[in-house]
T-cell receptor, first 115, second 113 residues
């Protein structure tokens, strides 16, 4: 168990809908990263938050957004869902951001299926 | 941006033999190189990592080597066991990019008993 939690484990929804994925980092970790894992694209970085502020952005679609709350949990919002958004979504947490190099520990993931 | 390539994509070895996975990266500013093991449907688990100021690191049956000049790093697993069967991912990151991980495409390792 990495100490990172994600809910829900599974999510099945229809095209055009909106969903919210939730992540709680390890105790004391300030950074949260979101990654998407699909069969054809592998593990892709989406976005990073550090202590409530956005720090880095990957190839995240405009339909996707995220935020980190004062208690450091993070939510990833996916809207106008398409079939191609079906994937495993992982969050990872680490102790810091740019002050040094920090290991990232992954949560169990949320499997999103868009029908 | 950073690009990480990983080879081979699949690797089949006999139990007890060694397995080697190789990765190359493009950004010479990258300074942290972790390796993750992922079993089917599970989270990626950090198994070993190396920083750019170190050339080699060992942890029991697992070792990682880094060649900064050639911009490549490798994972070595000795005395493989059936429980080593999984998908292995290499990654690279740098402080300037918030330490976000850029992953290789993964290597599916099968250890045959």
């Amino acid at each position: 168990d990495s100490g990172v939690t994600q809910t829900p484990k599974h999510l099945i929804t229809a095209t055009g809908q909106r969903v919210t994925l939730r992540c709680s980092p390890r105790s004391g970790d300030l950074s949260v990263y979101w990654y998407q894992q699909s069969l054809d694209q592998g593990l892709q970085f989406l976005i990073q938050y550090y202590n409530g502020e956005e720090r880095a952005k990957g190839n995240i679609l405009e339909r996707f957004s995220a935020q980190q709350f004062p208690d450091l949990h993070s939510e990833l919002n996916l809207s106008s869902l398409e079939l191609g958004d079906s994937a495993l979504y992982f969050c990872a947490s680490s102790a810091g951001s740019s002050g040094g190099v920090y290991e990232q520990f992954f949560g169990p993931g949320t499997r999103l299926t868009v029908l | 941006g950073e690009n990480v390539e990983q080879h081979p994509s699949t690797l089949s070895v006999q139990e007890g033999d060694s397995a080697v996975i190789k990765c190359t990266y493009s950004d010479s500013a990258s300074n942290y190189f972790p390796w993750y093991k992922q079993e089917l449907g599970k989270r990626p688990q950090l198994i070993i990592d190396i920083r750019s100021n170190v050339g080699e690191k060992k942890d029991q049956r697992i070792a990682v080597t880094l060649n900064k000049t050639a911009k490549h790093f490798s994972l070595h697993i000795t005395e493989t066991q059936p429980e080593d069967s999984a998908v292995y991912f290499c990654a690279a990151s740098k402080k300037a990019a918030g330490n976000k991980l850029t992953f290789g495409g993964g290597t599916r390792v099968l250890v045959k008993p």
